[in-house]
């Protein structure tokens, strides 16, 4: 590189030219940012300063059962088909984000779940005819 | 142009229901006018472009509007830019005037909104004819200011902010690159899926609607808290138009705040509501008054908020760039449709121009009927729960990243992804929305920067000795850096001295 300012164009990379800048650039930012955190946490030391990645008291379940559910539901689109586990995905989130297994919140989670997803399968698949999984 | 040869009567009822289903979307709390609009993105795939504008452009008046109803009522702004709502909406709730707040919030609304819309219809064109001209050299320097922008706006570190908006566009980077065909970034095992990148809209409502539904389950979904809402008997308590004697210059000034800070690329409705609010208190005859339950501060909030969407409309329509994340979304429904919005956009397509003109009047008008009669009936819907609202969210999410590519799972996967990165970034310091810009910006980024360098032969000075266009475009974007680093420090001081 003869010249700093200059930066060589040829066809056959000019898909690398920009990522690498940006990557370059990246790397620079996050070296500092890395710097600065260091700083803070050792500048407050014996102030008890931690960081909290979760709120107080955070809802394990309902965050964690949201996760695995979501994961479930993507891996059973494709063998279960949309209805069957749309259902299922449906019936069990709003069961867990009720949090109790009355007869009234299996009712309520039944309701939510097959109106909405008979309605969405409607008015989507049939009245818009998208793809549907 | 007549409006009915433009708008087609499925478009007006499209707009219809867009103001209704965006003022529901937007009542309720943690639910903004952005992820109504992802939600229902997918849903105009089957549309032509008219008739998603007119559904879009509806979601989005109704959200921002919406938004109104949980602030007064219950101290939590609906949407980010009614923040400044709650600061005098929520104490005439209080005295049992909620339903006056309410109607004063209403009517402000629809005269931001009118203001606005008449800003930029004169505006954007002026804009757009102006950039034809632009080389490749400004449209990259314009796509940089519009970063720095954002990453000085958005709030906590700068850094972080310059930072997430560069993470967003090496992110974008990922997949071919048009020009000579060639793939980078991929990992190996993904050849296929992540050719083209990952797509928008997946990434889109995954930072948005799933990273909040991850965040909200973490606090284990708590209920509003459930308040009686006194809707005033009183006679004495009840809304007048004569409230807005003597607020004329309120109204039209936070209008115009409210439009200018939507025009900024990046910068979000709390700054337009933020601002209009200051101003109304620095104009104030009685300050003091401000806070405790004044219709003055309603009206600034209200219509400043309501403004920003003709402003965040105009460096979309006419530059390309979107003004904010739900216009950032906008941009997924032109590019679903193929249309390539620009400075060409306005001269190119005259018919969807002023369809979204129209459907802004329409949506407008439905949205100060629809909320000014049956107040009471959408107050109810801050109470909706939220164990219902929001597995139906993301079975539209899910659904709609499915659809978007005609049956893509990979795309759900993509949703995932975005979601659990949506979630975990603003708890590390890195803002979603720079990500956001970064993302949607990042590949015209590139293909300016390799455009320009091809002219040059490589040469990087080109950038600063390309014309007197060039050096105005370096000198705003030092000041915006320079603002940035200032009010960065004011601010850090003031929360070190509180």
Redesign the interface.
Known sequence: MSDFFTIEMSYNTYHIIFPRIILGILIILGLILLAANIKKVVGKEGNGVSFKFFTENYDKLKLYGTMILLIVYALALPRLGFLAASLLFMFAITLLYIGNVKLRSIFISLSNSLATVLIVWYVFGNLFSITLP | MPMFEVLTPLSVLLCLFGVLIGIIMGSIPGMTATMAIAIFL??T???DMINSIGLLIGLYVGGISGGMVPAVLLNIPGTPSSLCTTFDGYPMTQNGEGEKALKVGITASIIGGFVSLSILFFFAPVLASFAIDFSAVDKFLIVVFALTVIASISKG?L??G??SG??G??IS?IG??P??N????VPPGFEQELVYGFSLLPVLIGLFA?GQ??QE?????VAASHQKIDLAKNKAKQFKFRIFKGQFVNTVRSSIIGTFVGMLPGVGGSAASITSYSQAKNFSKNPEKLGKGEPEGMIASESANNGLIGGALVPLLSLGIPGDSTTAILVGAFLLQGIEVGPLFITTNPDLWSGIVFALVIANIAMFIMMFFSIKYFAKIVYIP???I???I???C??GS??IN??V?FD??TL?LF??VGYIFP??GIQIAPFLIGFILGTQ??KY??DS??GS?????VFFTDGPLAIGLWVVIIVSVVYAVIDNRRTKKAESAS
């Not at chain 2, 060639?182 to 970034?185: A, D, E, S």
């Not at chain 2, 032969?457 to 000075?461: A, H, I, N, Q, Y």
């Open positions: 997918p849903a795939y089957a549309l570190s850094l972080g310059v930072f560069v993470l566009v090496f980077l071919r690159f020009d000579n060639q793939i980078r970034l799933i539904n991850l389950s973490e606090e284990g979904l939220k164990h219902i929001f597995p139906i993301m079975l539209m899910v659904v499915y659809a005609n049956g799972m759900v996967w995932l979601g659990l708890k590390v980024g590139e920067f390799i360098l091809k032969g490589g040469d990087l000075t």
